[in-house]
Nanobody, 126 residues
Framework: QVQLVESGGGSVQPGGSLRLSCVVS????????VGWFRQAPGKEREGVAC????????IFADSVKGRFTLSRDNAKNAMYLQLSSLHAEDTGVYYC???????????????????WGQGTQVTVST
């Protein structure tokens, strides 16, 4: 059974940091491109960052460039998203996702990701 489980969300003040984790089971993460997405209240889900399968080429949305870092540990079947210098606009539910057998990734094409986690809430406020 394919499962992705996010953790690490919480409430922080502007300028703060969080590290989100996504542990997967039921498949080998090394065979997948991976991505992180978020959805703010009343808004559509949007791409935050992604990493390709083999070359580990990483793409970030313009809104998070220089503030967020994505990494993966295939041995642990896990991926991580480090959030730094957080803004109130970063508030939302963050989801990890995986796309099988793709040697590229996209933060715009959500439909290419077959498997999704349930999400973890990130709230940035004073």
């Amino acid at each position: 059974q394919v499962q992705l489980v996010e953790s690490g969300g919480g409430s922080v003040q502007p300028g703060g940091s969080l590290r989100l984790s996504c542990v997967v089971s039921g498949f080998t993460l090394a065979d997948y491109a991976v991505g992180w997405f978020r959805q703010a209240p009343g808004k559509e889900r949007e791409g935050v960052a992604c990493m390709s399968r083999r070359d580990r080429i990483t793409i970030f949305a313009d809104s998070v460039k220089g503030r967020f870092t994505l990494s993966r540990d295939n041995a642990k079947n896990a991926m991580y998203l480090q959030l730094s210098s957080l803004h109130a606009e970063d508030t939302g539910v963050y989801y990890c996702a995986a796309a099988p057998r793709l040697d590229y990734c996209s933060v715009n094409r959500l439909e290419m990701y077959d498997d999704w986690g349930q999400g973890t809430q990130v709230t940035v406020s004073t």
